[in-house]
């Protein structure tokens, strides 16, 4: 099978420069690589430190084009006014190259990474005969969205990352045919996490925060935003650190608005000294090292999530988390895999109920964390990621658990 995978305009492929979305696709390759079920063109944005990582790659050609062009300021400017007055047109210089592209190539399948207003400029161009897919990894074609049944309409699939997402989708379809075209499509996580670290020397973070052996670490990782509910583990742990002092926070990920640092900032401020660390930036394959020394992970994100990537790595660590029943957060987490506090007026006072009463239950923290890794293993693994995908878009309905997995439990406990 011939395909196409046309990722964002944001960052390049390989991901050089990280990215959930660009992450996804690299597992994608990867997995293809190693097990050659299709031939994939990527198209990307330009970017040398890319270029030479994918001549490695011998199933996958990376195409590039330029980020951005002399016009991409009045391309913005009309995007903008396009969207405010619900008019259906968008423009820039990364899918108008890609475009050209396509239109000497063809493929079994185009897949569009996560941008569902490329699906209108793409069938008009390319004609009814193009196979094209979206793979959703955010809720944005949903009843809300002005455009959403006019973008289903003109896909041929549509994978969501979630239940939630698919729920979302098919919500807004507006008829019986445009509804079947939604299927789910999980995520999946870097081998990485799921390799533990029996010989490693857990005493990395601890080193690093200045943490006391007797301490329990209390760990988030991911952006620093007060809808991921940063801010509410930062009051919630203060009342635990109130009847616990042997607690300590540490807090992994970059601040991505002004507004969210300064008041994230001026509450871990209020905390006694000693008692949380930040870091800034840790490499994304070097995270199972920080967060495997980690008692508990909290993650109480209080927007929808559409899929919730930090608590299935979490999970895959073998990990106790503390999370929200936010979007899709529920159905990864299922009935035993992790903790979910209700999102309500009292989140602050059960966040810090349930720290305290893991501080308190090592045994309790092992159970679950036994069965988040169990639940990790099956669900999450990157092996038949690609071979998955390709049975969605070929017979969407078929049961994902029908897919080889021969090499489910090659990182189980290496």
């Known amino acids: 099978m011939k395909i196409a995978i046309i990722c964002t305009e944001k960052r390049p492929i390989p991901a050089v420069q990280g990215g959930a979305v660009e992450t996804l696709v690299d597992l994608l390759i990867?997995?293809?690589?190693?097990?050659?079920?299709?031939?994939?063109d990527v198209y990307s944005i330009e970017n040398n430190k890319a270029k030479r990582a994918s001549r490695s790659l011998q199933h996958t050609q990376c195409i590039y084009m330029a980020p951005t062009d002399t016009w991409q300021t009045l391309r913005n400017f009309i995007n903008r006014f396009c969207f405010k007055t619900h008019l259906p047109f968008y423009t820039h210089t990364f899918l108008t190259q890609t475009i050209r592209k396509l239109k000497h190539r063809r493929y079994d399948w185009i897949v569009v990474e996560n941008r569902p207003l490329f699906i209108p400029p793409l069938r008009k161009h390319l004609g009814s005969a193009a196979q094209i897919a979206l793979h959703l990894h955010n809720d944005t074609l949903n009843q809300q969205c002005y455009y959403a049944a006019s973008v289903i309409r003109q896909c041929d699939c549509i994978l969501s990352v979630s239940d939630f997402i698919n729920h979302q989708v098919r919500g807004a379809a507006k008829n019986v045919h445009d509804h079947t075209k939604a299927h789910v499509l999980y995520n999946r996580i870097a081998p990485e996490f799921f390799r533990l670290k029996r010989n490693y020397a857990h005493d990395l973070l601890r080193k690093q925060c200045g943490v006391m052996s007797e301490k329990q670490i209390v760990l988030y990782f991911g952006r620093l935003r007060i809808d991921k509910g940063v801010l509410n583990l930062i009051q919630a742990f203060t009342q635990a650190l109130q009847k616990n002092n042997h607690l300590f926070l540490v807090l992994i990920g970059s601040f991505t608005n002004d507004d969210d640092q300064l008041h994230i900032m001026s509450a871990l401020d209020r905390l006694p000294s000693g008692t949380f660390s930040h870091l800034n930036y840790i490499p994304h394959d070097q995270l199972p090292n920080y967060l495997s020394e980690a008692d508990m992970i909290a993650l109480p994100s209080i927007c929808n999530?559409?899929?919730?990537?930090?608590?299935?790595?979490?999970?895959?660590?073998?990990?106790?988390?503390?999370?929200?029943?936010?979007?899709?957060?529920?159905?990864?987490?299922?009935?035993?895999a992790g903790i979910i506090v209700k999102r309500n007026q009292r989140l602050n006072d059960q966040l810090a109920k349930i720290i305290l009463t893991c501080a308190a239950n090592p045994k309790l923290r092992m159970r679950i964390g036994r069965h988040a890794r169990e639940t990790a293993l099956r669900r999450f693994q990157p092996e038949g990621y690609m071979e998955e995908m390709m049975m969605k878009l070929n017979r969407p309905d078929a049961d994902p658990r029908s897919i080889r997995h021969e090499n489910r439990k090659r990182h189980v406990d290496q």
């Open 305 to 336: 999530e559409a899929f919730g990537l930090t608590i299935a790595e979490a999970m895959a660590l073998g990990k106790t988390v503390i999370t929200t029943d936010s979007g899709a957060i529920p159905e990864l987490i299922g009935s035993n």
């Open 30 to 40: 990867r997995d293809n690589e190693m097990d050659h079920k299709a031939s994939i």
